[in-house]
């Protein structure tokens, strides 16, 4: 298993973040403590990830997929916890 971080940008106005919500949180287990950011524990591949993310976005809208390996920031106190147990 890897854990994978999921950013994005949605560049329509009104887009329907539900559809995108569960597509992630399908994946496996997920954390999402900042706003257009999602980390996920899965066994799909980066690309697995990249095609079943865009039958729910946009053609205008980005976004960006890497496996964490090491990581360093200012986050939730929970975030830390969870990439601890995973990374």
Request: charged fraction near 30%; glycine fraction near 4%.
């Amino acid at each position: 298993m890897a854990v994978l971080l999921i950013t994005y940008d949605l560049n329509k106005p009104g887009q329907n973040y539900e559809k995108l919500y569960e597509t992630i949180k399908s994946f496996g287990p997920w954390a999402h403590y900042l706003e257009s950011t999602w980390f996920v524990e899965t066994n799909f591949t980066k690309t697995q990830v990249r095609e079943k993310l865009k039958t729910v976005l946009d053609k205008n809208d980005h976004f960006f997929i890497c496996t964490v390996k090491d990581y360093d920031g200012w986050a939730d106190k929970k975030l830390w916890e969870w990439l601890k147990k995973r990374v």
